[in-house]
């Protein structure tokens, strides 16, 4: 759903001249270490990546992470990460972290997703029976918060392809701030009348078109 390619062919992402570096930190069991986690966003600050996107949580705060995320974030990387699959439960970490742009699910009725957490939401983006590619060429419908945070790190990308539609100078850097900024008028309120611990800032919408699109070499 982030850069599957404008071919004639299935379907098309929403950033699909994004350049997408997939690094591996869990197991079949869903399930990682924290050093894993910490040599990956080493990686991306020596590749030089735009954003990352975080589609894990746990419950637990752990200081090894803190303290990487936190480096990544003064290297200038945009850090997207979704909420814990846990309806009603906090959002968890790294997406509760100030550093980082937490991401809660809504459906095609705008109505917050019955497995989404609550707390520490910045933003929420679509995250049910989302149709995306899946393996052995196929293609199938997904849901969950992770889904919804990979939508939201293709609208990044598309909004730093072009910053100065967005009033925005790489000159000067641009940060998590600054996007943040972009975001929060991008969205559409949603629940409780301004930020709340549910929808955060509410809905992100983008309008694009391919000729937008086919601008984006982010690194994602």
């Known amino acids: 759903m982030v850069a599957a390619q404008n071919n ?50 746990t419950s637990s705060d752990n200081p090894k992470l803190r303290k990487a995320v936190i480096k990544v974030a003064k290297h200038g990387i945009i850090i997207v990460a979704s909420a814990r699959n846990s309806f009603g439960s906090k959002a968890g970490f790294p997406a509760s972290y100030p550093e980082v742009i937490s991401v809660a699910s809504v459906n095609c009725k705008n109505q917050i997703s019955q497995f989404s957490s609550q707390g520490k939401i910045d933003f929420c983006s679509y995250g049910e029976n989302i149709l995306s590619t899946a393996i052995n060429n196929s293609y199938k419908l997904s849901s969950g918060n992770s889904v919804a945070a990979a939508h939201l790190t293709a609208i990044i990308a598309l909004i730093l392809s072009k910053p100065e539609k967005w009033n925005l100078n ?4 641009i940060n998590k701030d600054k996007i943040y900024n972009v975001l929060t008028k991008l969205s559409e309120d949603l629940g409780e009348k301004g930020k709340d611990n549910i929808f955060g800032f509410g809905l992100v919408r983008f309008k694009f078109s391919y000729q937008f699109c086919q601008l984006c070499k982010a690194k994602i």
């Open 8 to 57: 004639n062919f299935g379907i098309v992402g929403i950033a699909p001249e994004a350049e997408i570096f997939i690094l591996k930190i869990l197991n079949k069991k869903l399930e990682g270490k924290v050093d894993l986690v910490v040599r990956a966003l080493e990686f991306c600050i020596k590749n030089k990546i735009n954003i990352v996107n975080m589609s894990f949580s």
């Open 170 to 173: 790489p000159k000067y850097g």
